[in-house]
């Protein structure tokens, strides 16, 4: 099975890091074992914010929202919340590009099982971000 990344945009604007983060997604996906397409919804901080509120009760925004579906052929949607990862870049040290990048595999990793509840958990799950974001 082919592992698909689709990226879709609330305003429907072009997103020039797709080329870029499409073949990235796909491998960790490869590695991971996950057998299944990835939907990823690029949003303004209100849409975030809402969704926030709506599914975790959190009433703020986030960088990135990871819904796991579970479908066949569909391992969920990742919302990520584009102005909000510009304005957090500098705070990481990072570029767009790569703030954009650490969320996407981020969000990925939360669909592949990975958790950042417990020190042991947020710990093997920076391991991986730093495996797949270098």
């Given at each position: ?32 074992k996950k057998k299944a397409s990835v939907n990823v919804i690029l949003c303004d901080n209100a849409t975030q914010r809402e969704l926030n509120r709506k599914y975790r009760k959190l009433d ?75």
């Amino acid at each position: 099975m082919s592992y698909k990344i689709s990226f879709f945009s609330v305003s429907n604007k072009k997103f020039p890091w797709q080329k870029l983060l499409e073949p990235l997604a796909e491998a960790l996906l490869r590695t991971e074992k996950k057998k299944a397409s990835v939907n990823v919804i690029l949003c303004d901080n209100a849409t975030q914010r809402e969704l926030n509120r709506k599914y975790r009760k959190l009433d703020c925004v986030t960088d990135v929202l990871s819904f796991a579906l579970n479908e066949p052929g569909l391992l969920g949607e990742i919302y990520i919340a584009e102005e909000h990862v510009k304005k957090q870049a500098p705070a990481y040290g990072n570029s767009y590009y790569k703030e954009l990048k650490r969320v996407l595999v981020h969000g990925l990793l939360h669909l592949c099982g990975y958790n950042h509840r417990t020190a042991s958990e947020r710990k093997a799950m920076r391991e991986r971000e730093m495996f797949y974001c270098g």
